[in-house]
């Protein structure tokens, strides 16, 4: 059961990066029934590459993946889409401070089930409000 302070349905892209497909599937599915599109990539070469193709409201990385771990997506990310928020997961929680400082959220995975909808709907939030006061 999910607790009260949940948002409710929103909208907005997501963009989930893992090399575990079970967990983008499931994130996915979940994320999905609260109304958000989600795009799921399984390296961070594929998520930088539908960055660049896909608008996107807030990214989702997992810290360790092969190839490029979260850190060095979140870097790339941050040239390639400046003002998409980045959360970024980990099983854990020994994360180095330094990778800590690329991203906007951390969040441990076995918090995630009640800290993964509440940072996303800030993040989509606040950037929200940023993006219409630059349209005024």
Do not use: W
């Amino acid at each position: 059961m999910l607790p009260s302070s949940f948002p409710g349905p929103s909208s907005g892209v997501l963009l989930c990066i893992d090399d575990n497909q079970d967990v983008l599937e499931c994130e996915k599915a979940f994320l999905e029934s609260f109304g958000y599109t989600v795009l799921t990539a399984l390296s961070g070469g594929r998520g930088l590459e539908l960055a660049s193709l896909h608008p996107v409201d807030v990214v989702i990385v997992d810290y360790f993946m092969p190839e490029m771990n979260g850190q060095e997506v979140a870097i790339e990310m941050r040239r390639l889409r400046p003002k998409a928020p980045i959360i970024m997961l980990s099983a854990s929680r020994d994360v180095p401070e330094q990778v800590l400082k690329v991203v906007d959220v951390f969040i441990a995975k076995d918090h995630l089930g009640s800290q993964l909808l509440p940072a996303i709907a800030e993040l989509h939030q606040c950037r929200s409000i940023a993006t219409s006061s630059y349209d005024a």
